[in-house]
T-cell receptor
């Protein structure tokens, strides 16, 4: 059974600091997603990572994927208050491009001035 | 372009009652998924439609849950009769049918329906 573990589950950081959220998954998968959720809102897609060594960056967020270690990281650079949200990683359950996603529990990020 | 929409945004019902949740996917998206997040737990897959057909319903918790997608457009998820443990946020997501040989497709999520069973 595919399992996805995120850590930390709660993260309180000061503005301007850097931090990394980790996402481990238990079996082989060909797709990994990072989503952001603001309270009461939809899950917003941040990154889709498809291959070993993939690295994607958007603003202060950078995601990477190591399929051999079954590990993805979401690195936050010089955090700002607007980044406060819950971040989820999710892994495709089956091979192919239509399968359902298995989610981690989410990391609730709070960025304080 | 409109995103995935869900109705209602909140529903509070008593144990034993029936509730129907609705999801309107992005126009043209053949894949439609239902997920659920119970308080403090992971978002968990319920089922997957391809057009009007159920592709995978392995995540449906029991036969009190019935999902339909008549005509391959919007979908409904009915809970009858509702139990306390059904409380949570129900998300719908949709995606395009993948192009052969293309990369994995992105799932677009709706805002969710928060169901509270008293």
């Amino acid at each position: 059974e595919l399992k996805v573990e995120q850590n930390p589950l709660f993260l309180s950081m000061q503005e301007g600091k850097n931090y990394t959220i980790y996402c481990n998954y238990s079996t082989t998968s060909d797709r990994l997603y990072w989503y952001r959720q603001d309270p009461g809102k939809s899950l917003e897609s941040l990154f889709v990572l498809l291959s070993n060594g993939a690295v994607k960056q958007e603003g202060r967020l950078m995601a990477s994927l190591d399929t051999k270690a079954r590990l993805s990281t979401l690195h936050i650079t010089a955090a700002v208050h607007d980044l406060s949200a819950t971040y989820f990683c999710a892994v495709a359950a089956y091979g192919g491009s239509q399968g359902n996603l298995i989610f981690g529990k989410g990391t609730k990020l709070s960025v304080k001035p | 372009e409109a995103g995935v929409t869900q109705f209602p945004s909140h529903s509070v019902i008593e144990k034993g009652q029936t509730v129907t949740l609705r999801c309107d996917p992005i126009s043209g998206h053949d894949n439609l998924y239902w997920y659920r997040r119970v308080m403090g737990k992971e978002i968990k897959f319920l089922l997957h439609f391809v057009k009007e057909s159920k592709q995978d319903e392995s995540g449906m918790p029991n036969n009190r849950f019935l999902a339909e997608r008549t005509g391959g457009t919007y979908s409904t998820l009915k809970v009858q009769p509702a139990e306390l443990e059904d409380s949570g946020v129900y998300f719908c997501a949709s995606s395009q049918f993948p192009v052969a040989g293309g990369p994995g497709v992105e799932q677009f999520f709706g805002p969710g329906t928060r169901l509270t069973v008293l």
